[in-house]
């Protein structure tokens, strides 16, 4: 079936998670995408893992995770060469995607107004942590860090402990998502004009755009949101809204009529609490009465209970257990992709079901310059000139 | 300036969070956008808000978030007029977006095949909690029972302490980005192919997706990433990554040579733990050894200090604290818009930059069905058929 992008170069110089996600997506729809990489090293995320343990030996999941339907050209930057091959790229190329620090890249000849100047049609993408101006332009703008900064930390957890970061990175992701939406809404304008631009992007801002919810609650009450002193599940959300402990596990129960709880649960004495002026500010005191019943139920029978009645609730499930999720594994979800040193690869296939363009992986994530060659045989370099980068330490 | 997505025109059946995010989007790029709502109550978010107080003294700040640049046409989708008006309104649309529960808008006869058959250049995307088939389809999907599900809450917080739902609803917005991704892509695609395409988002597989590079780890290790028993701050990171206390507040630490900070914190005990084969095993005692020093120093100190030497750190604020943060007001992200009734309303304006065509707010969220009238003039109803459409009840 053909791909919703099909025919889109996306010249990726991107590195570890917010860019190299936000190519990947568009890899996915069928975009052609060339990640260039350093020579040797490759893109730092290469040198990462959890616990020191790597997939198949040698290989990071960080990486494997963001990089399939992508081809590595491996180059060095900083050679008066790579521009020669890189412009030749950029004259046909559709999106550029970095996120070096700002200005770096422009540093290097590769700005948005070096590359416009060769391809007017050119849209070119930066992601940074913070924006490229303003009093912490020049700061890392790592994911947690961010996340502590916009609320998000503060607003997790309970008060009796401190703020806690989401156990993944989000800010990171969610940023990869506000460059395809920009990059995406920047092909669709050059259809019908004819001109490309500059789309930029960064993590501080979409974590307040995700938040926005609580945002305006609070900006405009002037009052924060503060944490529960027990398991309720969000700072402004009353009881019984949360996560409650059974004898073999936990469950998530969400806004659903308290007075059905109360009879799954043959809880009587917990109605007292069901009226208004008691479910927020006294949220703490319902939840422990709440687990203090749940606790004496499996999570199977709970659930069960809870569901015949369309309570809202469900299983909480650590990664293995969510992977083999009976409904995960109806979905699909989880796919395998041949690398050529770590051999089958499990992970999260393309998520978005299109059903006239279904994005799929054509190619597990690739080796440093694994298509180095074959990508500059493409751009009309022969083996001699190929040959020749290679000796001087140009490509590799 | 010229709108990316100028002359787009979106049908949004969509209520609550993921739809009104993803058809947000949309309009701050510049698609036109009609919010079907019910006569009177309207989109089931108006009845919403935390701690029971509303803006203006009314309004919800949920829907005030999603709802900007919209128009609301109030219409009773189970009355036989409210076809021919909104099919007659498919018939020149671009988009359609709702997210019922699977299979609802259908049996009220604007499902794809429905609205296709009329435009068969439509894009229709639709949005669940687990996706429209399989064991868990009909449950109800809620942002919090998917992050319970999925990993995210078990990989959150500490493991002396119970599993850490996200505190914002960022699964739904989560799945109003895949939504945006999924319609942009068959958009670019209808450019080139002439046809419009089904697109289907679910909560469950954007989270899943969000949680790819611990997943890709989990699933091929066949191990599972723990909690941490301190506020390190991710399940699979080695010491120091995480959230640490000062005299005054809260400070994030993400990946930085330690030597560098047991140099800023004078605390040449802590080299000893400084070797990969402790990094991770004793992440807890490590944690706690650089917070007895940390207690000792306020934020700013702390922060300037490490600042000066590069680690990647910040500082961890609430929500007001976020708002009034100098990069944020450097930036302009908190935006005003009018409500005809709440007044002035603080929002997250569009976080995407573009040089060509700036994403903007041209309205604010609308009350229920106030543009009714217009759009049924637009579409060609004389004002005594508006009158007897509203007569009837089926428009408000």
């Keep these: 079936m053909p791909k919703a992008l099909e025919g889109v170069k996306v010249l990726d110089f991107s590195h570890l998670l917010q860019g190299p996600f936000a190519t990947q ?23 990462m893992t959890f616990k020191n343990k790597w997939i198949g030996g040698t290989e990071s999941p960080n990486f ?12 060095d930057l900083k050679s008066p060469e790579a521009k020669d091959v890189l412009y030749e790229i950029a004259r046909t190329a559709d999106v550029i995607v970095q ?42 703008g790592q994911d947690m860090l961010l996340q502590g900064l916009t609320g998000i930390a503060a607003a997790t ?42 789309v930029k992007v960064d993590l501080m801002s979409g974590l307040l755009q995700h938040q926005n919810q609580e945002l305006v609650w609070v900006m ?22 949360g996560v409650y402990p059974t004898s073999d596990g936990w469950v998530t129960i969400a806004m659903s009529p308290f007075q059905k709880l109360i009879e799954v649960l043959e809880a009587p004495e917990l109605t007292a609490y069901n009226v208004p002026a008691r479910l927020y500010v006294e949220r703490d005191e319902i939840w422990k009465a709440i687990a203090a019943h749940t606790r004496n139920w499996t999570t199977s029978a709970l659930l069960e209970a809870m569901l015949a009645v369309d309570i809202w609730c469900g299983e909480i499930k650590q990664h293995l257990q969510a992977a083999e999720d009976p409904q995960v594994v109806h979905r699909g979800i989880v796919q395998t992709y041949r690398h050529s040193t770590a051999g089958d690869v499990k992970v999260i296939g393309p998520v978005v079901q299109m059903s006239a363009t279904p ?17 500059l045989r493409e751009y009309g370099l022969d083996n001699a000139a190929i040959r020749d980068l290679r000796n001087r330490g140009v490509v590799s």
Tied chains: 1, 2.
């Design 25 to 47: 997506l568009l890899g996915d729809m069928g975009a052609s995408v060339i990640k260039v990489e350093r020579p040797g090293q490759g893109d730092l995320f290469r040198t």
């Design 157 to 198: 957890g309970r008060a009796d402990g401190p703020p806690t970061p989401v156990g993944a990175g989000f800010a990171d992701q969610i940023g990869a998502m506000n460059m395809v939406y920009g990059i995406l809404s920047a092909l669709y304008w050059r259809e019908r004009s004819g001109h490309g631009q500059e």
């Design 64 to 75: 494997l995770a963001w990089n399939r339907n992508k081809r590595s050209l491996a180059i």
């Design 359 to 375: 994005p799929t992986i054509e190619r597990g994530a690739p080796t440093v310059g694994q298509h180095t060659d074959e990508i």
């Design 99 to 140: 996120n070096f620090r700002p200005g770096v890249l422009a540093r290097l000849g590769f700005g948005y107004d070096d590359l416009s100047s060769i391809n007017p049609r050119i849209i070119y993408c930066s992601g940074s942590g913070y924006g490229e101006d303003g009093p912490y332009s020049t700061r890392p």
């Design 220 to 241: 405009n009450m002037q009052e924060n949101l503060d944490r529960p002193n027990s398991s309720i599940g969000h700072p402004g959300v009353e009881a019984p809204f």
